[in-house]
Nanobody, 124 residues
Framework: QVQLAESGGGLVQTGESLTLSCVVS????????MGWFRQAPGKGRDFVTA????????YYSDSVKGRFTFVRDNAKNTVYLQMNNVSPEDTALYYC?????????????????WGQGTLVTVSS
């Protein structure tokens, strides 16, 4: 079983930066594929970024590419989402997710393990 615990959300202003953390337990980062998703109020759960656990290659949605960075710390069994130059459109509940499959899917339904989410609110 994989357990995930996010933290780091909060209220920030447009243009500022924020880093979210996700501590993974039950499996090492070499054994699971990790992703970040977000859910804005009244909307579905959207893909943000994911990492190939073997190569370390990262994949991003068009809406965050160039602003957000997926960081992995194998020693701490923790992944991070570095968010730069945020805008009100980034306001959402952010989730980290894990899967035992190899391919870093962009589909939320491919990830069976989820954290509780951490709320990010960006004011204009």
């Amino acid at each position: 079983q994989v357990q995930l615990a996010e933290s780091g959300g909060g209220l920030v202003q447009t243009g500022e930066s924020l880093t979210l953390s996700c501590v993974v337990s039950g499996r090492t980062l070499s054994e699971v594929t990790m992703g970040w998703f977000r859910q804005a109020p009244g909307k579905g759960r959207d893909f943000v970024t994911a990492i190939n656990r073997n190569s370390g290659a990262t994949y991003y949605s068009d809406s965050v590419k160039g602003r957000f960075t997926f960081v992995r710390d194998n020693a701490k069994n923790t992944v991070y989402l570095q968010m730069n130059n945020v805008s009100p459109e980034d306001t959402a509940l952010y989730y980290c997710a894990a899967a035992r499959t190899l391919w870093p899917s962009r589909s939320a339904s491919d990830y069976p393990y989820w954290g509780q989410g951490t709320l990010v609110t960006v004011s204009s």
